[in-house]
């Protein structure tokens, strides 16, 4: 995976490298395609898979303009978090262009509810993600909570080394049918009853609802817009952060018009 510069106006884009015609996928919520176990993007067959963790550290770094060229389907795994894109970022460094970006301000609340699944947009002067993790019949869970203000060195020290996470029995069922070839300790935390499976243990007590958090930024990216914000998320996952996504767009292209 390359990050190539961009003129004003691009926006971020993923480019197939590997295919006939190198095409071109822009990462905005009207190309995503599927939401099963990660966040994927595409036009037609040519699809871009789990783009979460690299729009989560772009967004904290605002960046806005970006060509970022890929030699297989999905960017590198690493170690299942933010951190090698974060390194990438800072290694380049970031241009500031002469270009006005518009933020949107939230005037009154927006939710979307699913069963016990909560995501409300409250008015704020900064970019804040609350999020609650809920998972009462694993121990080693149970409820954790975090909120956390979105900024690029926040986002840093705070949320970018937060690893995914797994369920052992989700992780088994996938196993048995020939998925997830590619997952292991090296790239993940996987989590039986009041027993947690990590290679170099855990990078916070809670590191579960930080990558949680982690997921919702790179998810809530696809708008395109800059957002000011509160964003509440009770057990949220990538189905429902894109569905709060469109949601939240849908009310400011209205708003525009």
Same mark, same amino acid.
């Given at each position: 995976?390359?990050?190539?510069?961009? +003129?004003?106006?691009?926006?971020?884009?993923?480019?197939?490298?590997?295919?006939?015609?190198?095409?071109?996928?822009?990462?905005?919520?009207?190309?995503? &395609?599927?939401?099963?176990?990660?966040?994927? %993007?595409?036009?037609?067959?040519?699809?871009?898979?789990?783009?979460?963790?690299?729009?989560?550290?772009?967004?904290?770094?605002?960046?806005?303009?970006?060509?970022?060229?890929?030699?297989?389907?999905?960017? =590198?795994?690493?170690?299942?978090?933010?951190?090698?894109?974060?390194?990438?970022?800072?290694?380049?460094?970031?241009?500031?262009?002469?270009?006005?970006? =518009? %933020?949107? #301000?939230?005037?009154? =609340?927006?939710?979307?509810?699913?069963?016990?699944?909560?995501?409300?947009?409250?008015?704020?002067?900064?970019?804040?993600?609350?999020?609650?993790?809920?998972? =009462?019949?694993?121990?080693?869970?149970?409820?954790?909570?975090?909120?956390?203000?979105?900024?690029?060195?926040?986002? #840093?020290? &705070?949320?970018?080394?937060?690893?995914?996470?797994?369920?052992?029995?989700?992780?088994?069922?996938?196993?048995?049918?020939?998925?997830?070839?590619?997952?292991?300790?090296?790239?993940?935390?996987?989590?039986?009853?009041?027993?947690?499976?990590?290679?170099?243990?855990?990078?916070?007590?809670?590191?579960?609802?930080?990558? +949680?958090?982690?997921?919702?930024?790179?998810?809530?990216?696809?708008?395109?817009?800059?957002?000011?914000?509160?964003?509440?998320?009770?057990?949220?996952?990538?189905?429902?952060?894109?569905?709060?996504? #469109?949601?939240?767009?849908?009310?400011?292209?209205?708003? #525009?018009?």
């Amino acid at each position: 995976m390359t990050f190539c510069p961009s +003129k004003e106006g691009s926006g971020i884009v993923f480019q197939r490298m590997d295919l006939p015609g190198q095409p071109v996928i822009p990462a905005t919520i009207e190309y995503v &395609q599927d939401t099963s176990r990660s966040t994927t %993007i595409g036009i037609g067959t040519t699809q871009v898979h789990t783009i979460e963790h690299v729009m989560a550290a772009l967004r904290a770094y605002e960046v806005d303009n970006l060509r970022i060229e890929l030699s297989a389907a999905e960017p =590198p795994v690493g170690d299942g978090s933010s951190t090698s894109f974060v390194e990438m970022i800072l290694a380049a460094g970031i241009e500031e262009q002469a270009a006005r970006v =518009p %933020i949107v #301000k939230i005037a009154q =609340p927006i939710h979307w509810s699913q069963g016990p699944i909560h995501l409300v947009a409250l008015p704020s002067e900064e970019y804040r993600v609350s999020y609650t993790l809920h998972y =009462p019949q694993t121990p080693a869970l149970r409820s954790q909570f975090y909120s956390f203000v979105v900024t690029g060195e926040g986002f #840093k020290e &705070q949320i970018a080394s937060c690893r995914t996470f797994a369920l052992y029995d989700e992780v088994a069922f996938l196993m048995d049918r020939g998925l997830i070839k590619g997952g292991s300790l090296e790239n993940a935390v996987v989590i039986k009853d009041d027993v947690i499976f990590s290679k170099e243990g855990l990078k916070f007590p809670d590191e579960m609802v930080r990558h +949680k958090i982690l997921d919702f930024i790179g998810d809530l990216s696809l708008v395109g817009i800059p957002v000011m914000a509160h964003i509440i998320a009770i057990c949220s996952g990538h189905p429902s952060n894109v569905a709060f996504a #469109k949601s939240l767009y849908e009310h400011i292209t209205m708003e #525009k018009s």
